[in-house]
């Protein structure tokens, strides 16, 4: 049987996964590649932190060069993470007549272009199913599968680590803080949760799929993004009141007026897919025009369910279908179609769930209510909770409304919050039913 000789470069949690697979499950994956794949060199840069997994002796190197330089390497699997020295190496495998495989979504999201045109002058590939969602097949899906299809819009919990946190203060009662170091004793948050905590993991993942979509060439930084790190346990509670769990969703959605782009908390109804997914787990829902509605579930982080998307594109490479899809869909590129009209966020019409923090006294919900009605904002609910302190005269109002432009809602809202009723600390989400 035919050898194809492969290289890891990044021995972390993830490298040690894709190594395990390789060493331990040969003849199956021989099956279904045709060629043994043959794991001859790991690169990391630190030689000396305990492993977990023992490689066999002169595997394990330093030395990036000595994968770059070796032209029996036909592919190599960059799982460095971060955008340098992730980006140029992957410029020099690729200009040495290697294949990538990837599982960088910052690195994709921030250099795609670059790094695509230079496969394609190089004649190569670079494959990225585990730069989305983890163990789920969902760059296949919308690539390949779907290819019948305008996708009509993508809905995403793409942060299993945002996910766990909101589980956590569902289900345990309990503070943002509290979720949070129970995240990162877990290992599910890092020590400095910022990129998943702020949405901006989210945020480069949806431009991922949306470029896949709808073909939209966007920075990942235009997309307006909102974190969950000032969710508070007092909307949970509010949230599940009245029929919803909050999720921090990550959308994208094709209308007339052009392509609707944002992460936010936002309140999804109980009983929907998406609401019940629960833990360290990332879901997708894509609807197309011909195949309706699809729901994709799993782990989104961890070891072996990326290891397990990384596997499957390193066997899509070295059978050649990859190759294929790649220089049909020439993805990041500027030829072809223009780019696709991005809709404002103001434009962007929705439901909206209010929590005020307002005086107990007569007037002040009629003073809201008229400054609602006159930004033409109507209200679907209204719940006013007495508090627990008998001497306090501040109490919690929650309003739910009927669709509406979220340009005209932030207007409505910077004049409510002026109100000399209405104390600081309004929060705002988006509904999803």
């Not at 790094?115 to 097949?137: C, D, H, K, M």
């Not at 019948?148 to 809905?155: E, L, T």
């Not at 052009?258 to 936010?264: D, K, N, R």
Request: charged share 20%; glycine share 8%; with cysteine.
């Amino acid at each position: 049987m035919d050898v194809a000789k492969v290289a890891i470069i990044g021995f972390g949690t993830v490298g040690a996964g894709v190594a395990r697979i390789l060493l331990e499950r040969g003849d199956r994956l021989a099956r279904h590649a045709g060629k043994r794949l043959q794991l001859v060199r790991v690169v990391d840069a630190d030689l000396k932190r305990p492993r977990t997994l023992l490689l066999p002796p002169g595997m394990l190197t330093s030395d990036v060069a000595s994968v770059i330089n070796d032209p029996e390497i036909t592919v190599a699997i960059e799982l460095i993470g971060g955008t340098e020295p992730a980006r140029s190496i992957v410029l020099k495998l690729l200009e040495s007549g290697k294949d990538v495989v990837t599982a960088n979504k910052a690195l994709l999201a921030e250099h795609g272009p670059e790094l695509f045109a230079a496969a394609r002058r190089a004649g190569r590939s670079i494959a990225f199913e585990a730069a989305v969602g983890g163990g789920i097949p969902i760059i296949a899906a919308i690539t390949q599968c779907l290819a019948a299809n305008q996708i009509q819009s993508v809905h995403g919990i793409l942060n299993s680590t945002s996910n766990f946190i909101l589980s956590q203060m569902e289900e345990s009662d309990c503070e943002y803080s509290a979720a949070l170091a129970e995240a990162q004793q877990r290992g599910y948050a890092e020590a400095n949760p910022t990129l998943d905590v702020h949405g901006t993991d989210a945020a480069q993942k949806l431009a991922i799929l949306a470029h896949l979509a709808f073909g939209a060439r966007i920075n990942w930084r235009d997309i307006p993004r909102t974190g969950i790190d000032l969710v508070d346990v007092a909307d949970i509670h509010y949230a599940k009141e009245l029929g919803y769990s909050i999720k921090l969703l990550a959308v994208a959605e094709l209308v007339p007026e052009g392509l609707e782009l944002h992460v936010s908390p936002t309140l999804v109804r109980h009983g929907t897919p998406l609401a019940e997914v629960r833990g360290a787990y990332n879901a997708i829902r894509v609807v197309g025009d011909a195949v309706g509605r699809l729901f994709f579930h799993g782990l989104g982080a961890g070891q072996m369910p990326t290891a397990s998307a990384v596997i499957a594109d390193l066997i899509d490479t070295v059978v050649g279908r990859w190759a294929i899809t790649f220089r049909i869909l020439n993805l990041w590129s500027t030829d072809g179609e223009p780019p696709i009209h991005l809709r404002s966020r103001a434009e962007a019409p929705g439901r909206f769930y209010l929590r005020l923090n307002v005086d107990d006294r007569p007037g002040v919900m009629s003073e809201i209510s008229g400054i609602l009605s006159r930004h033409g904002i109507s209200m679907a609910s209204v719940i006013l909770h007495e508090t627990e302190d008998d001497s306090s005269t501040v109490v919690p109002l929650m309003i739910m409304t009927h669709t509406v432009p979220e340009g005209d809602m932030a207007e409505a809202m910077k004049s409510v919050n002026q109100l000399a009723g209405v104390y600081p600390g309004t929060v705002r989400m988006r509904v999803r039913d």
